[in-house]
């Protein structure tokens, strides 16, 4: 990603106990490693908030960003498409916070 964000940043920020706004809160707050798209740096946490950012495109009223993630989540990626015989599904409730959330 080119988003300027540090890959370093997630190691400051507590993943298992913040909400996603927290997360966007330090994110505005953290000092930029280069203007974005200058340079190639993944981070954790600009792939959570640009998953978060989809979720307020489709509800800009939401809420629980994280509900929203995983919902969009089941329904866009992980169900399998109609017709589709020997695919598997995972079930609501099988996907966990830790997940798809940077570890540290």
Excluded: K
Aim: charged letters at 20%; aromatic letters at 10%; proline letters at 10%.
């Amino acid at each position: 990603m080119t988003s300027g964000i540090p890959d370093s940043a997630e190691d400051e920020f507590d993943v298992e106990g913040s909400a996603p706004w927290t997360m966007f809160d330090y994110l505005a707050e953290t000092p930029l490693a280069a203007a974005p798209g200058e340079v190639f740096s993944y981070s954790n946490l600009s792939a959570s908030a640009a998953g978060y950012l989809r979720v307020l495109a489709v509800d800009p009223a939401a809420d629980d960003l994280y509900g929203g993630y995983e919902t969009l989540l089941q329904q866009r990626v992980l169900q399998p498409p109609p017709n589709c015989a020997g695919c598997g599904e995972l079930r609501p409730g099988t996907i966990r916070r830790t997940d798809f959330l940077p570890s540290g």
